[in-house]
């Protein structure tokens, strides 16, 4: 818009200060101006480090992995989703999006059809060559990553600052839960627990994991939190040798029933032998989400029932 600033120079005094006057003005409205294109612009950092930048929030979000799906609804900005990954199945609108990703795949042209301005991206299975794809077609990405219990109102802030959307409250009522499981079980001895996220092979979680930090919360310690890998599969045999007190059942098993069956010829453990199992709903402990404050209250509660 070209804007033309007329100033009567024959009023009294105005000739004098013209100069000035006109490079002051001319200086605040450049001034003004920018401030006002800065402000429409949204720049966040990503979980590699990278500067993700918007003209303005995001309209049509394409997220994939069902975790960031999720995260989108709980942020407000559900309604802008047009597209995600296979498994997106939370809230129930998410199963009628268009599926372009799976874990291992993705679909870039069915993707960039969808005219996406912002693409919500799981650091464990994007490629560095489709981010780089995704951006020449001036698509912004926003590669994620999750760890930690505290990592799902961070992520979850981010997405808010994307789309214009406030999450104070959601993330607030979020950490306080967590909080209120950590303190009442801060003084109780740990238990030792395996936990199985799979039976046949048998697999755990090990290392810095929101589940082993759950367990945590829970007054509680996975035997295997040692070991190098995240997912690493395990012998019976070392089961054996580390003998948990409590064996917890998190994606390994359809439902409850299903996950006693399968535990119930190894009676020589006395976590079998006494009845200390516990079962997860996965949905509810395995992906990051809000959703996780349920499942470690779910958590807790199975740990206090046998303790």
Known sequence: MNTMLRIDTSLPGVSRFYPALSVFIGITFALCITTSADAANIAVHDDLARKVELKAPAQR??????????????????????????????PEAAKRLPQVATAVTLAIEPLLALKPDLVLAWRDTIRQ??????????????????????????????????????????????RARIGSLRLAHANLPRVAVFLEIWHRPLTTIAGAHWMNEALEVCGARNVFLDLANVAPVVSWE???????????????????GEFF?????????????????VYLDPDTIQRPTLRLAQGVAQLCAGLDRVR
């Open 61 to 90: 979000i394409v997220a994939l992995a069902p975790f960031l799906t999720e995260l989108a609804f709980s942020a407000g900005a559900g309604d802008r989703l047009v597209g995600v990954s296979a498994y997106s199945d939370y």
């Open 129 to 174: 060559e489709d981010i780089a794809r995704l951006e020449a077609f001036g698509v912004a990405v926003f590669v994620a990553q999750a760890r930690s219990l505290e990592d799902v109102p961070r992520l979850l802030g981010r997405i808010g600052e994307l789309t214009a959307r406030d999450v104070s409250k959601v993330a607030r009522d979020y």
């Open 261 to 277: 069956s399968q535990w119930s010829d190894r009676a020589a453990l006395a976590a079998v032998r006494e009845k200390r199992l």
């Open 238 to 256: 070392e089961v054996f040798a580390r003998e948990p007190r409590v064996i917890v059942g998190a994606g390994s098993a359809g439902d409850s």
